[in-house]
């Protein structure tokens, strides 16, 4: 029996891990802290594992989700490293304007509350509904469609050249 639970587990893991790693991406802003939030939901799912079952991917999401939250109430450690010389510019082009406007959605998307970036991302990058972030985020579609509106605008307010992002994306209207 716990050898079955077990493979299920791994099987579960490998198939769904990379789409859980994107979504902790996406609410973290760098890979090994997404990793480090996916590895402590997947160890809180293992150790309810025989009471899961079907809804596995929507509770260790729900747990990627609850935990990120909660993180922005604990000091952020940054690791960041002082040099001496800034590294050469390479000289801009089209291709460097669109790594620019990214880039600065990144920034603005991270200097967002934590509720307001899982409100985006389940939104947006999952393409949910407002009832299912409302479910998952245990809250109402009114708090959903408020944080989502509040979001929005800040992205607005913080990202320059926005306008022209949105039009070829569709994504903030």
Same mark, same amino acid.
């Given at each position: 029996m716990k050898q079955a639970l077990?493979?299920?587990?791994?099987?579960?893991?490998a198939d769904r891990g990379q789409a859980l790693l994107r979504i902790a991406h996406a609410l973290t802003g760098d890979r090994e802290s997404a990793e480090d939030l996916v590895q402590g939901a997947l160890a809180k799912a293992y150790a309810r594992w025989p009471r899961i079952h079907g809804e596995a991917e929507a509770y260790v999401r729900k747990i990627i989700y609850n935990d990120r939250i909660s993180a922005w109430r604990r000091p952020m450690r940054r690791n960041e490293v002082t040099v001496a010389d800034l590294p050469e510019r390479p000289q801009a082009g089209r291709h460097d304007h669109d790594v620019t406007e990214r880039l600065a959605l990144?920034?603005? =998307?991270?200097?967002?509350?934590?509720?307001?970036?899982?409100?985006l991302v389940m939104r947006y990058l999952e393409d949910r509904s407002v009832e299912e972030t409302a479910q998952? =985020?245990?809250?109402r579609p009114g708090t959903v469609a408020s944080q989502a509106s509040r979001a929005l605008a800040k992205l607005r307010e913080l990202v320059s050249g926005v306008d022209e992002w949105t039009n070829r994306t569709g994504v903030i209207r």
């Open positions: 077990e493979a299920e587990f791994t099987a579960f893991v990144r920034d603005a =998307l991270l200097s967002l509350p934590a509720r307001q970036r899982a409100v998952v =985020l245990g809250c």
